[in-house]
T-cell receptor, first 116, second 114 residues
Framework: AQSVSQHNHHVILSEAASLELGCNYSYGGTVNLFWYVQYPGQHLQLLLKYFSGDPLVKGIKGFEAEFIKSKFSFNLRKPSVQWSDTAEYFCAVTGHGSSNTGKLIFGQGTTLQVKP | NAGVTQTPKFQVLKTGQSMTLQCAQDMNHEYMSWYRQDPGMGLRLIHYSVGAGITDQGEVPNGYNVSRSTTEDFPLRLLSAAPSQTSVYFC?????????????FGPGTRLLVL
């Protein structure tokens, strides 16, 4: 079955701490991978995405993620978090090709709370 | 551009009532989707559309209908609301597959079914 699993449901960090959020997926075939963020009271925004090529993807606001195909993982990282990073983070996957467009499979989400 | 807009922002229904959640986008995107967000379950796909006149079911379609008469609009209909449909509903649109695919999400509709 196609699925996405995010290991951490709730993470609490102090400002300047490093962040790594885990994401593993189960999906047959070539995948597109995404991280979305939902700030309090706002709608989902794309942080970064991977389609092909360099497995280390850089996104907005200093976030990056590494696609490790052998581990079916796409972990999100940030070397130094800020209070403004407090949000809910979602990992998502879809397959290559136009037939999969618009059909994201999301993980359960990770709530990140950054203490000032 | 307004992007993806959704109305209403919040709605309370009684069990058995019907209603339509509106979604519109002004980016001329072919692909549109409806998701529901429930605590601890992330977002789950309800229905999607690859263009005007073409819709298909997602992971959790029961109790919902959709239609796509224009590129811009993709309404979601609850036929007979049930408490299990209490959720936050997000509409999304995207231009196409491949490297261009970025889904743009609306602000959401929070639905409470009593």
């Amino acid at each position: 079955a196609q699925s996405v699993s995010q290991h951490n449901h709730h993470v609490i960090l102090s400002e300047a701490a490093s962040l790594e959020l885990g994401c593993n997926y189960s999906y047959g075939g070539t995948v597109n991978l995404f991280w979305y963020v939902q700030y309090p009271g706002q709608h989902l925004q794309l942080l970064l995405k991977y389609f092909s090529g360099d497995p280390l993807v850089k996104g907005i606001k200093g976030f990056e993620a590494e696609f490790i195909k052998s581990k079916f993982s796409f972990n999100l990282r940030k070397p130094s978090v800020q209070w403004s990073d407090t949000a809910e983070y979602f990992c998502a996957v879809t397959g290559h090709g136009s037939s999969n467009t618009g059909k994201l499979i999301f993980g359960q989400g990770t709530t990140l709370q950054v203490k000032p | 551009n307004a992007g993806v807009t959704q109305t209403p922002k919040f709605q309370v229904l009684k069990t058995g009532q019907s209603m339509t959640l509106q979604c519109a986008q002004d980016m001329n995107h072919e692909y549109m989707s409806w998701y529901r967000q429930d605590p601890g379950m992330g977002l789950r796909l309800i229905h999607y559309s690859v263009g005007a006149g073409i819709t298909d079911q997602g992971e959790v379609p029961n109790g919902y209908n959709v239609s796509r008469s224009t590129t811009e609009d993709f309404p979601l209909r609850l036929l007979s609301a049930a408490p299990s449909q209490t959720s936050v509903y997000f509409c999304a649109s995207s231009y196409g597959g491949g490297p261009q695919e970025t889904q743009y999400f609306g602000p959401g509709t929070r639905l409470l079914v009593l």
